[in-house]
C-alpha cells in the first residue's frame, strides 16, 4: 500500500521576488499525517496559514495568487510542482513575504533541496483519486482545453501555440512524474519582450531579469525603446536588430517553454488535494484554465469521495469459491462470497454476485426482492475473515466472531442481478486475536453499504 510521504527536514530557499522585487525567504518545512500543503505567512501578524487548495485562488495573471483574508501568495506553482511529482503530501511552507522568491525560474532548486534533506514515509495511506472517466473543461474564447483521461498513474502532455516565429507551436510529454527531475524541473517561465512595458506599467516583475526567465524578442522595436526596457530590468543592452532569446545562457531544451507551461500544470494540479491516476492533455494551458480544472476535480471528488476499487471480471481470481471454503466455515446458504480479486497487508476487495435463486429472497420479499441488510454486513465480514484467516497457519482450524457492529449505513438497495463489491481494511493492527475493520460495498461505483466492526480470531477446540 502506498503510504502518504512528508520532507526528511526543513529546508529554506532564499531571493527576490518576481513580481515585488522583495527580498524573500521560503522555507518548506516537514508536516503530519493528512495534513496536505498550508502555506503560513510568517511576517504578518498571527502568522496566518492559508491552505493550498483550488478554491483560495484569487488571482491567475502572471502566476498562481493564494489568499485567504488579507493574507496572499503568489508565485508558488513551482514549489508546489516540486513536491507533487515527487510525491510529498504533507508540506507546511513559511514564507516572510507575499510572494515565493522566483529563484532561477524552475523547479530546480526546489527538486535539488528536496532530495537533499529525504522523504520520509508515514504511516497513513496514500488516498489517490483514480480517473475513471473522461473529464473535460474548455474555454471556448480562448481555444484552451484540458482532458483528463483514465491511465495507470499520473502523466501529462501539454501543447502550446504563440503568435511567434519561435514558439509558434510546441509539446511536451511527462508520461513518468519519477522523470520530473531530469525532463521537466530545469524548464524556466518565459515572457515575450511585447509583454514587458505592460507589465511594468501594471506594477509587476519588478524582480525579473534574465537570470529567471526566458525573454523572446521576436518583433524589433526600435533601439531606444529596447534600451529603456533592458534598464528597466537592469539587464544589460542587447541589439534591437538581433532577433531571438535574449538570454546569454541557451535553452535547456528546444522545447523548454512547452515544458515550463506542464511544469506550471503540476504545481496547480497540486492544489486539487490528492495524488490523482490519470493523464492530462492540456491544449494552450494557462494558470486561469488550470485553476477553473483543479476546481471542477475537486467537485468531482466531493462527488465521489469513497471510490469503488477496480474490477475486471475476467482477471482470474486470487481465491475461488474451493479457496474460499478451505479458509471459511460457511456453506450454503450462507457462504456469501464467491471470490477474491485483490488482497494487501491490510486490505481486501471480495465479489458476491446476488442472484433471484438465493434462499432468502423467497421470503425477503416475493414481490420486492431485496437482499437484507444484515447479510451485506455478513458477507463484508466474511471477506474480513478471509483477510485474516489467509495470513494464519491451518486457517481451518480458526474462525471468527461477531464482537461489534458500529456505524452501519445502507444507501442503495441491493436486488437480484447486482455485483457486490467489497472493499474492507484493516483499522489498526490485529492485537490478542481481536480485529476492527472498516469496509465499504459498492454497485459498480456506487457505494450501497458501509460498516465498522470488531470481530474475534478464535482457535477452535
Known amino acids: 500500500m502506498n503510504k502518504q510521504q512528508t520532507l526528511g527536514g526543513s529546508f529554506s530557499l532564499f531571493g527576490k521576488g518576481l513580481h515585488t522585487g522583495l527580498s524573500l525567504t521560503v522555507t518548506f518545512n516537514p508536516a503530519p499525517e493528512n495534513h496536505g500543503y498550508k502555506i503560513q505567512r510568517i511576517d ?6 492559508i491552505e493550498a487548495i483550488a478554491e483560495n485562488v484569487v488571482d491567475t495573471s502572471r502566476g498562481t495568487v493564494l489568499a485567504k483574508g488579507e493574507a496572499r501568495c503568489s508565485t508558488i506553482e513551482h514549489g508546489m510542482a516540486a513536491l507533487y511529482a515527487l510525491g510529498i503530501d504533507n508540506c507546511l511552507i513559511q514564507v516572510n513575504g507575499p510572494e515565493f522568491p522566483i529563484l532561477d525560474g524552475s523547479s530546480k532548486i526546489y ?33 484552451s482545453s484540458i482532458i483528463i483521461l483514465p491511465d495507470e498513474q499520473f502523466s501529462i502532455t501539454a501543447m502550446i501555440a504563440f503568435d511567434s516565429q519561435f514558439i509558434n507551436s510546441q509539446f511536451a510529454t511527462l508520461d513518468n512524474m519519477a522523470d520530473f527531475a531530469t525532463e521537466i524541473a530545469s524548464a524556466r517561465t518565459f515572457v515575450f519582450v511585447r509583454e514587458i512595458a505592460p507589465l511594468f506599467q501594471a506594477g509587476l516583475i519588478k524582480g525579473g531579469d534574465l537570470h529567471n526567465a526566458i525573454v523572446i524578442y521576436e518583433r524589433e522595436i526600435p533601439q531606444a ?42 504545481g496547480d494540479m497540486a492544489l486539487i488535494g490528492r495524488p490523482i491516476k490519470g493523464r492530462i492533455i492540456a491544449t494552450r494551458p494557462g494558470h486561469t484554465i488550470n485553476n477553473k480544472f483543479a476546481r471542477q476535480m475537486r467537485r468531482e471528488i466531493r462527488a465521489h ?3 469503488a476499487p477496480n474490477y475486471d471480471p475476467n482477471d482470474t481470481p486470487l481465491m475461488d469459491v474451493n479457496r474460499i471454503r478451505e479458509l471459511l466455515p460457511h456453506r450454503y446458504p450462507m457462504q456469501l462470497v464467491d471470490k477474491v480479486v485483490e488482497t494487501g497487508a491490510n486490505h481486501i476487495v471480495a465479489v458476491k454476485n446476488v442472484t433471484a435463486n438465493e434462499a432468502f429472497f423467497q421470503g425477503h420479499f ?22 485474516v484467516l489467509n495470513s494464519v497457519e491451518e486457517p481451518e482450524r480458526w474462525s471468527t466472531y461477531f464482537l461489534r457492529i458500529n456505524d452501519v449505513k445502507f444507501r442503495k438497495k441491493v436486488v437480484p442481478g447486482d455485483t457486490l463489491l467489497f472493499k474492507v481494511e484493516l483499522m489498526e493492527p490485529i492485537r490478542h486475536g481481536i480485529s476492527s475493520m472498516h469496509g465499504f460495498a459498492f454497485v459498480g461505483e456506487t457505494v450501497v453499504m458501509e460498516a465498522t466492526f470488531t470481530a ?6
Open 44 to 49: 504578518l501578524e498571527g502568522q496566518p496559514i
Open 111 to 143: 527538486v535539488e533541496n528536496i532530495n537533499r534533506v529525504g522523504i520520509v514515509k508515514q504511516n497513513a495511506a496514500k488516498s489517490f483519486y483514480v480517473i475513471k472517466k473522461k473529464i473535460e473543461f474548455c474555454d471556448e474564447k480562448t481555444g
Open 225 to 266: 525603446d529596447l534600451d529603456a526596457l533592458a534598464d528597466s530590468m537592469q539587464v544589460e543592452h542587447k541589439d534591437a536588430t538581433k532577433l531571438g532569446y535574449l538570454n546569454d545562457s541557451p535553452l535547456v531544451w528546444p522545447n523548454e517553454p512547452a515544458r515550463h507551461k506542464l511544469l506550471d500544470i503540476i
Open 305 to 307: 469521495e469513497i471510490q
Open 366 to 387: 416475493p414481490q420486492e426482492p431485496v437482499m437484507p441488510g444484515v447479510l451485506q454486513i455478513e458477507a463484508m465480514a466474511q471477506a474480513g475473515g478471509l483477510l
Open 456 to 461: 474475534q480470531i478464535t482457535k477452535n477446540k
